[in-house]
């Protein structure tokens, strides 16, 4: 079990909006460490979406936003097209005695009805 | 366009070892801190190990060190992961990965299969 939590999926018709929720805590999110999102299509390697909680890469449309609040953090896709059909995961970083681990969500799939 | 593509991948016994490589394209590797993660059937991304630009500092997950070693050689653009006292749950997807506090390139993944 993750120690950053997503729900396992959600869904949309085309052209909605969703939003996937990434949970965390005070050891993490909530200790002031950036939220990353990765986008990982059928059969291929994670690709970089958004960087330092709300960033862009260059290529990603603006369709795609993230935000962070608190212990939890958001990616929110507007305008929903098949494309977008994927797993979504969020990562962060977590400290404990063992010192600063990276960490991953268990990863949303967003299937487009 | 940056490629990272990896190799070594297989099937091999329980206990037994395996070394991955990753060669980079188009990046400066010298300049990039690297890594390996990870991917399980089902399961999440998980990440294993880190290596500076220039081998210097390397850190691994608790569950992975004295069991893998992660090194690179600059002058072929390559990176490393030696497995030893591979089992079943070292079965997964593994990926080689640039990092600057975050993920920024992937390679497309060797699979490593442990099984008898």
């Known amino acids: 079990q993750s120690v950053l939590t997503q729900p396992p999926s959600v869904s949309g018709a085309p052209g909605q909006n969703v939003t996937i929720p990434c949970t965390g805590s005070?050891?993490?999110?909530?200790?002031?460490?950036?939220v990353f999102w990765y986008q990982q299509l059928p059969g291929a390697a994670p690709k970089l979406l958004i960087y330092?909680?709300?960033n862009r890469p260059s290529g990603v449309p603006d369709r795609f936003s993230g935000s962070k609040s608190g212990t939890s953090a958001s990616l929110a896709i507007t305008g929903l097209q098949s494309a977008d059909e994927a797993v979504y995961y969020c990562q962060s970083y977590d400290i404990n005695l063992s010192g600063l681990k990276m960490l991953f969500g268990g990863g949303t799939e967003l299937t487009v009805l | 366009e940056v490629q990272l593509v990896e190799s070594g991948g297989g099937l091999v016994q329980p206990g037994g070892s395996l070394r991955l490589s990753c060669v980079a394209s188009e990046l400066r590797f010298s300049h990039y801190e690297m890594m390996w993660v990870r991917q399980a059937p089902r399961r999440t991304l998980e990440w294993l190990a880190y290596i500076d630009s220039r081998g210097d500092k390397i850190l691994y997950k608790d569950s992975v060190e004295g069991r893998f070693t992660i090194s690179r050689d600059n002058d072929k653009n390559s990176l490393y992961l030696h497995m030893n006292n591979l089992s079943a749950e070292d079965t997964a997807i593994y990926y080689c990965?640039?990092?600057?506090?975050?993920?920024?390139?992937w390679g497309q993944g060797a699979q490593v299969t442990v099984s008898s």
């Open positions: 005070n050891s993490n999110i909530g200790g002031g460490y950036n």
């Open positions: 990965a640039t990092f600057d506090y975050w993920i920024d390139f």
């Open positions: 330092l909680n709300s």
